[in-house]
């Protein structure tokens, strides 16, 4: 059995072995019958003169018999609950880094609700996607200046908490400038700077790291290729997540304050910039994906799946596997071989009374 250690082969009720007996005692009148068979097949070819030399199965019947003994000894060894220790090579998981434009033209209300409240959306369906065994996820914001808002955790909990408190809206605020810009290249280093310090923390993980760049590309700016390549040499690949339409809308005016008398600006509209965001997905070495093109689930499998193609093995995994039902398969697969050479009509109705019998003794030994 591969993976099996058959040296580590223990029993949970190995009170059941001693049912054993009967198999085997059942194995030696079997044998004898076969012995008594031949016997008989050579007697008869000596008396019996025909033109033509007269073959005799080596078995015959004696097939359907030995299959049902060795079901019932394979019966007894799963009622005795067999384990063993199984060595597996245990998967590592992946760290997702969520990079969130929060500037102000994720205010835009050209999708449901506005960006921002649809890229929320997303992230959840994206967490609730996640294995999180080993599957980490971080976050972080960015518009003209970055702000982390979840290092890498393993607690599904203290993500969906802060997406709980952000699912309204940005903590960049249209009133404040900072807010008017999309830099992207601060966002990608940012995540860098949570995945080293990670490191710092707990070493180095065997986990593949993927960033998720979730941006409309409206007025985006920073040396993007700069970043970039710091990724691509540090083997984390960027997949950007489109929000938003190419038609677009405007942006909502912030508020003014009581005192401010200047002329009001003309509205700024925003649009998705989709061939700015794929050439960054394709120099990053991931895959730009868009919102309402294709499914949140859809798309969050498939930066999941292609994250895990690249983990790398947390080594070897001891575990105790329970292999009463491998006995149990090999019961049914022998019984089944063994109704391919019943000849009478008698034979068949022990082999169900047989069955009908050996239920009733599992049910009444498990229950």
């Known amino acids: ?13 190995p009170e059941y072995l001693w049912l054993l007996i009967a198999p085997g005692l059942l194995l030696v009148g079997w044998a004898y019958q076969l012995a008594a068979r031949r016997r008989d097949a050579r007697r008869f070819r000596q008396h019996r003169r025909l033109p033509v030399r007269e073959r005799f ?11 049902l003994i ?5 019966v ?8 063993a220790a199984t060595a597996l090579v245990r998967t590592a998981g992946v760290d997702l880094v969520i990079l969130q434009d929060g500037s102000a033209s994720m205010w835009t209300p050209d999708v449901a609700g506005n960006r921002w409240q649809r890229a929320m959306r997303f992230l959840r369906v994206l967490g609730e996607s996640l294995a999180w065994k080993d599957d980490r996820m971080a976050m972080a914001l960015f518009a003209h200046i ?42 990608i280093a940012w995540g860098m700077r949570l995945i080293e310090k990670d490191q710092e923390l707990y070493g180095k993980s065997p986990n593949a790291k993927t960033f998720v760049l979730v941006t409309d590309g409206q007025a985006w700016s920073g040396e993007v290729a700069r970043s970039l390549k710091l990724a691509r040499s540090n083997d984390v690949p960027v997949y950007v997540v489109g929000v938003g339409t190419t038609i677009g809308g405007f942006i909502p005016e912030p508020e003014r304050k009581p005192n401010d008398t200047s002329p009001r600006e003309p509205p700024i509209r925003a649009s998705l910039d989709r061939q700015s965001l794929a050439m960054i997905a394709s120099t990053g070495g991931g895959e ?9 689930r859809e798309i969050s499998n498939r930066i999941i799946d292609s994250a895990r193609r ?23 697969a022998l019984m089944s071989v ?21 239920l009733t003794l599992v049910w009444m030994l498990t229950r």
Not at 4 to 11: A, C, Q, S
Not at 338 to 358: D, K, P
């Open 76 to 83: 007894t060894v799963a009622l005795s609950r067999p384990t």
């Open 146 to 187: 970055a702000a982390p808002q979840v290092r890498l955790t393993k607690d599904p909990n203290t993500f969906f908490f802060f997406l709980d408190h952000l699912a309204h809206e940005s903590p960049f605020r249209l009133e404040d400038d900072t807010s008017w810009d999309t830099n992207i290249e601060l966002g």
């Open 57 to 67: 199965p080596i078995f015959g019947s004696l097939v359907f018999w030995l299959c």
């Open 288 to 296: 730009y994906l868009e919102l309402d093109r294709e499914g949140d």
């Open 338 to 358: 063994g109704l391919l050479f019943l000849q009478e009509r008698i034979e068949l109705w022990l082999q169900a009374a047989g069955a009908a019998v050996a």
């Open 310 to 332: 690249r983990a790398g093995s947390r080594g070897l995994e001891v575990a105790n596997e329970e292999l009463y039902w491998r006995f149990l398969l090999a019961a049914a």
């Open 1 to 13: 059995m591969p993976g099996i250690n058959l040296e580590t082969v223990r029993f949970a009720a």
């Open 70 to 74: 060795l079901s019932s000894a394979c």
